[in-house]
């Protein structure tokens, strides 16, 4: 899977290695399991690297996948060797709790803001209508 730019900094110097040791330790098979969750294959993933995939007949390219989406994290229990089928649609799962855990944290903050705004605008109100009061009061003296 390429790389995006900005996230390949978070990878090791040797991460082409670890990748290679880690589809070599998987027998250049996809070590998926059902956790990419497309549910089109039953049990392990039956592709093989450079084989025609299963259902699609596309040429499979094996990947390596973090587990917990931590690039840092290169444990070897963390990385499984998967298809490009199962490491975009595990990842996709991924991106959909991503997006969802941010645009809640989008609407806590704007929750936040306006009742911050609620206050500050109830303070000014409240302000002036003391002063008006007061005002009001002087004028009746
Ligand atoms: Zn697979
Ligand atoms: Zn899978």
């Excluded at 936040?112 to 302000?127: G, P, Q």
Aim: aromatic residues 4%.
């Amino acid at each position: 899977m390429p790389i995006r730019a900005e996230e390949r900094a978070r990878y090791p110097e040797d991460w082409d290695t670890i990748s290679a040791q880690t589809k070599h330790r998987a027998g250049w098979r996809c070590e998926c399991e059902g956790e990419c969750g497309r549910g089109t294959h039953e049990g392990r993933c039956p592709n093989l690297h450079h084989l025609p995939a299963y259902g699609t007949g596309s040429r499979v390219v094996l990947t390596t996948a973090h587990l917990n989406h931590t690039p840092e994290d290169c444990r070897p229990e963390n990385l499984k060797a998967m298809c490009q089928g199962c490491h975009l649609h595990y990842d996709k799962e991924h991106h959909a709790e991503t997006r969802r855990r941010r645009t809640e944290l989008v609407e806590e903050a704007r929750r936040e803001n306006k009742a911050r705004y609620d206050a500050e605008v109830t303070a000014v109100f409240s302000a002036a209508r003391r002063a008006n009061n007061a005002r009001t009061q002087g004028d009746t003296r």
